[in-house]
């Protein structure tokens, strides 16, 4: 689904970088995001959620969220919850990047379905209200993920985000069931932070964190601030992960200005796309993706958002030849 804007153009490299990897891949398109709507009515036509359901996995570009619309929903917030893609996981690590820090290797997992995002808003005669949704179960799953990734890498601390404090019986309940699930991963280390702390530490102390655990909307956020700290969005990767299918897309929007001109970075884009081969038991060829990305950025053959001279296609020509 490459969507709107630049999506189509960085999903495209995508599909040639794995091609390149000599994997069988059939590739089905599928439309979504406002340019679906202009031709449909709808930003997520019927047809592509039933061709999401059939597939195997799903690689998906960027949207154009159009303001004050009528009937005009996000079409990604619909599907994951239409398929139950209650993870959200965004692993942030150095690249040889000139003047950035080094020694970042973390991860943040966020519940994806829940939380203010569930649009349950009203307008009062004094103003507007937002529902805050926060179920046991959401907390349970997105929690027990959290420690079953860490344990799987075998990383040695989750650190749980919250504001406890204030939001007492939302994040209080999430609070409580992280303090419950964690007794069942002795191995690892379970600590709490409040989420404005942790804005702070993520900047003063990026090294400290492993695997980080939270709740929809702060997740969101310090999820783009991390992203800051590792050469920003246009290298931000994401997956969005449920019991049985996994949907794979850059943190970046769909930058209409820049579409069609053959400059934006798709790197954000491989590097989700090597999180779609490890969620298809392709580990080894992720590795090797994630090698020849490296060693392409080591070069200086890079986009121009990163101090390059390459367009976007000559960039993914590069990280072939390394592959």
Known sequence: MG?????????????KLLE???????????????????KYGTPLPEKTIKICKKSDAILFGAITTPPNIKGYFSPIVRLRKVLDLYANVRPFKSLPIPDQKQGIDFIIVRENTEDLYVGQEQLTKEGAIAERVITKKGCEKIIKFAFELAKKQSR????????????????GLFLDIAKKISQSYREIIMEDM?????????????????????TNMF????????????GGLGVAASSNIGNSQGLFEPVHGSAPKYAGKNIANPMASFLS???????LSEDKMAQKMRKSITKTIKLGLTTKDLGGRLKSSEFTDEVIKNL
Do not use: W
């Open 219 to 230: 997740g969101d956020i310090l999820s783009d601030e991390a992203a800051g700290l590792t």
């Open 20 to 38: 390149a990897t000599g994997i069988g891949f059939d590739f089905i398109k599928a439309e979504i995001g406002f340019e679906a709507y202009k």
């Open 194 to 214: 409040l989420v404005d702390s942790c804005a702070m530490q993520l900047v003063k102390k990026t090294e400290d964190f492993d695997v980080i655990v939270t």
């Open 3 to 15: 969507g709107d804007g630049i999506g189509p153009e960085v999903t495209a490299q995508s599909m």
């Open 156 to 171: 040695k601390k989750v650190t749980v985000v919250h504001k406890a404090n204030i939001l007492r019986i939302t994040d």
């Open 273 to 279: 796309s090597t999180m779609m081969l490890e969620f």
